[in-house]
């Protein structure tokens, strides 16, 4: 049967906020590079290249918490409300599982993740200090992700965003109080304490959540997604996440063999990306939720009308937020950095960057609407074309040997979000009716 309403409202309810809470992930960074850029700029180099690494790790482990949203959406959609009870807990074990690992593979190498790429001894040395403590943070923000999928997928996720930006806040203050003494690593220092408060409150007000015990958030043994059932989603995102995130690692590596100046403009202009793309990740994962429960009432129609109108929506939000960003390209250029120079370079760039996003934007919220649906292993295959094979070597290509910089770096990563969009698009369209295949809990 076809869907008898439409899902625009019903998306922008949830993505509201959801896109909110997105926002204060990246506010966090944002926060970190704008104030190391004007307290201590010879150092956003080394914050950049400390971030390089954990990116790469820290997405991977989100991606396989995506579990958690997909199988407490589709629980409840079963009518099980409390197995979405059962994907958190589980989800919770996993996070910590995948922080300590992360931890672990960050700090063995140290330096050697750096020096093995080209990047010279003196540059990599400060950069991997920062790289060991944001480490510690990972785990912390795991949990913290673990329980906003949760909620997310409850339909409260107001919760999580207002503990995300009381976060913002500790992260500010922190900021200004270590990074005049201690620059890029005095920032660190700054994301593991606001994590500490991140994942701490909002674990706290889940327990005591007043529909807890309907969510079965206390209760163990209840019937609910296994493990194995939450890899199954976990595990493609993760790859997929992982090498999109390695690919964009390796951009910034290739930026850090160009100079220290192009590696800070590169780290600015993708901050701002990352920063516009959270609402596309707001959207998708609103389109998850939506077309997972749909999914779980056993109803194709539904959940086809449900993606198709979250990959408009993202269009729409992306238009609109290039237009902002050209408007402004001079202001934000000077508000991330009080280098003259450095802050004209990134305005006069604005406008590549404004490109990226709606291919950007689409490529996530359509792989979130196939992987809702149960197609997990073709987004990962389509992001390894994209941005582990056609990304690194076109920016190589671009900015090492065409001579063009942090604007060849900028046209790799819209010419293979063009091609992610393309290919999974025309999947969506392909499958988006048909009968979605059964699913092992």
């Not at 704008?34 to 914050?47: F, S, T």
């Not at 920063?275 to 939506?290: E, R």
Request: hydrophobic share 60%; glycine share 10%; proline share 5%.
């Amino acid at each position: 049967m076809r869907a008898s309403r439409p899902y625009a409202i019903d998306l922008l309810r949830l993505a509201g906020p959801v896109a909110l809470a997105r926002l204060g992930i990246i506010g966090m960074g944002l926060a970190d590079v704008i104030v190391v850029g004007q307290l201590a700029p010879d150092e956003l180099p080394h914050q950049a290249l400390g971030w390089a690494p954990t990116a790469v790790f820290l997405v991977a482990s989100i991606g396989l918490l995506q579990g958690v949203q997909v199988l407490a959406a589709r629980a409840l959609g079963e009518k099980n409300p409390e197995g979405a009870g059962v994907a958190l807990r589980r989800g919770l074990v996993l996070a910590l599982g995948a922080g300590l690992a992360s931890m672990l593979l960050m700090w063995l190498p140290g330096e050697r993740l750096f020096t093995a790429f080209g990047i010279e001894e003196a540059l990599a040395a400060p950069s991997s200090r920062v790289m060991q403590v944001l480490a510690l943070s990972i785990p912390l923000h795991l949990c913290y992700i673990a329980g906003t999928y949760f909620l997310e997928a409850i339909k409260k996720p107001a919760i999580s965003t207002a503990v995300m930006w009381a976060a913002n806040a500790v992260n500010l203050g922190l900021n200004l109080l270590w990074v005049p003494e201690h620059g890029a690593i005095g920032s660190a220092w700054a994301t593991v304490g606001a994590r500490v408060f991140l994942a701490g409150v909002l674990l706290l007000w889940i327990y005591l959540l007043r529909d807890g015990r309907f969510y079965g958030v206390r209760r163990l043994g209840a019937p609910g997604p296994s493990y194995g059932g939450l890899l199954a989603v976990g595990i493609a995102a993760a790859v997929s996440q992982a090498v999109e995130a390695g690919a964009f690692s390796a951009m910034t590596v290739i930026a850090g063999r160009l100079g220290a100046d192009i590696v800070a403009a590169y780290q600015i202009l993708l901050n701002l990306m990352a920063f516009v793309f959270m609402l596309a990740l707001g959207l998708s994962a609103a389109t998850a939720v939506l077309v997972s429960e749909a999914i779980g009432r056993n109803a194709p129609y539904d959940a086809a009308r449900a993606g198709w109108t979250g990959m408009g929506l993202n269009v729409i939000a992306m238009l609109i937020a290039a237009v902002a960003i050209l408007v402004f390209a001079h202001p934000i250029g000077r508000a991330y950095t009080a280098d003259p120079a450095l802050a004209a370079l990134i305005a006069s760039l604005m406008w590549v960057a404004a490109l990226v996003l709606t291919p950007d934007g689409t490529q996530v919220v359509t792989a979130s609407a196939l992987r809702a649906r149960g197609d997990n292993w073709f987004p990962t295959f389509s992001h390894i074309l994209a941005y582990a094979v056609v990304m690194p070597v076109l920016g190589y290509w671009l900015a090492e040997h065409q001579g063009m910089g942090v604007a060849g770096l900028l046209f790799a990563i819209f010419w293979s979000s063009v091609v992610s969009a393309g290919v999974l698009v025309l999947r969506w369209w392909a499958l988006a009716k048909k009968p979605a295949p059964a699913f092992a809990g």
